[in-house]
């Protein structure tokens, strides 16, 4: 069906700069994907290159009480649109991202932001092959685009896409318990306003489980991220030579549940370690409501504790 909705979005703000291990940002309010899946804005059979939308308006307040300077308000407007074509095994897909923030592009690197604040830009282009039977599914994905993974804000932005290839495929079962039981792949170069030539590698375990009234979702992966040394979040880690492409390699694991109610109702918790330093973070979430249903808001609420890298 057509994607339009109202609603809050976690934004293109993400991890990636150290930061203390404890920092609070209060309140939060967005949506944040943590065992959540951006709808497949899949057109009506029989229509070529179907529009679909999505118009998010937020508001972000950050308070740091070890820093007072670092702390803002702000609210911005972001539209994406996006065409799809469909023929066969085959589907093809185009978007654009367009923003207005009322803070401008000029502190994109102070605040944390991977994308722009301002202006327009391509979202995705890309291509896919898919492939189902009654108990089998694979697919194989090209070009510019979101990362299928699932993953907690902290690890992964949702907004942020690569250019590269990805890739799901698993086993089901035709009586519907088992919705996924597979393997899943990204692989590319990261876009990021701050540059610095970030590549990505990772792979995912997923289970999930429909149970009428309840869906349980389980993963397990790792991470592999390379960039090139610089100034803000592409800074040399700890121990590394700044000269040096550096490189980190990160485990994560999550849970979460849905009630599927008329208002449905979803927990969750992931957990990260750095392979190297030993270092772990978690996150937490509570949402009411649903991403999945046009024109339905969702509200959540998420603790974090972050690592210093």
Not at 158 to 183: K, Y
């Amino acid at each position: 069906a057509p994607w339009g909705q109202w609603g809050t979005s976690q934004g293109s703000r993400g991890a990636g700069r150290p930061v203390p291990r404890l920092r609070w940002t209060l309140p939060r309010v967005a949506v944040l994907a943590h065992g959540q899946e951006t709808p497949r804005l899949r057109p009506e059979a029989g229509r070529s290159w179907r529009p679909a939308w999505e118009l998010t308006l937020r508001g972000d307040r950050l308070t740091d009480a070890g820093y007072e300077p670092e702390s803002f308000r702000r609210v911005d407007l972001q539209l994406r649109l996006r065409w799809a074509w469909e023929s066969g095994n085959l589907r093809l897909e185009a978007g654009t991202r367009s923003a207005l923030g009322s803070d401008g592009n000029r502190l994109n690197a102070d605040r944390w932001d991977q994308q722009p604040s301002n202006g327009s830009q391509v979202d995705v282009a890309k291509a896919t092959w898919t492939e189902l039977s009654e108990r089998a599914f694979g697919s194989l994905t090209l070009g510019f685009q979101e990362s299928g993974l699932l993953a907690p804000q902290a690890l992964w932005d949702r907004n942020l896409r690569f250019l590269g290839a990805g890739g799901r495929f698993g086993l089901r079962s035709p009586g519907g318990l088992v919705q996924e039981a597979g393997f899943r792949v990204a692989a590319g170069r990261v876009r990021d306003v701050l540059g610095g030539r970030v590549n990505l590698l990772a792979g995912q375990l997923v289970l999930k489980l429909d149970t009428g009234p309840w869906s349980w979702t389980a993963h397990a992966d790792r991470w592999g991220l390379a960039w090139d040394a610089g100034d803000e979040r592409l800074r040399a880690l700890p121990g590394h030579d700044p000269a040096l492409r550096q490189r980190m390699t990160v485990e994560a694991a999550g849970v979460s549940a849905t009630w599927h109610a008329a208002l449905p109702l979803e927990a969750g918790w992931s957990g990260s370690r750095n392979r190297e330093t030993g270092e772990t973070a978690e996150e937490a979430q509570l949402a009411l409501g649903s991403r999945q249903r046009v024109y339905w808001p969702q509200l959540a609420l998420t603790w974090q504790r972050l690592s210093s890298t």
